[in-house]
């Protein structure tokens, strides 16, 4: 079992830098993929990056392709989300995820309750 909690959400202006982060705990959390996933007001939840267990093969999505890191330490059971260049369109409440390694939400087991990031035109 793995519980996750997410936090460094908040308001920031375009263009702006963030790092949101996921903190697991339980036993083998080092073991799982981890990934990261957002939902703005009215959408559907959506893929946003996703990361192997030894930190090797990434993924992201296109919309933050050279805008987002995904990285972890698992040393300290964390996991983070590094946002540059924020857009309007990035605000959602973003989520972080453990599991298998995928774009989909069926590729992950565990799920965090969310942190809200604002950008602000």
């Known amino acids: 079992q793995v519980q996750l909690v997410e936090s460094g959400g908040g308001l920031v202006r375009a263009g702006d830098s963030l790092r949101v982060s996921c903190v697991a705990s339980g036993r083998a959390f080092s073991s799982y993929a981890v990934g990261w996933f957002r939902q703005a007001p009215g959408k559907d939840r959506e893929f946003v990056a996703a990361l192997s267990w030894n930190g090797g093969p990434t993924d992201y999505a296109d919309s933050v392709k050279g805008r987002f890191t995904i990285s972890r330490d698992n040393a300290k059971n964390t996991v983070y989300l590094q946002m540059n260049r924020l857009k309007p369109e990035d605000t959602a409440v973003y989520y972080c995820?453990?599991?298998?390694?995928?774009?989909?939400?069926?590729?992950?087991?565990?799920w965090g309750q969310g942190t809200q990031v604002t950008v602000s035109s």
């Open positions: 995820a453990a599991g298998n390694y995928g774009r989909t939400f069926r590729s992950f087991t565990y």
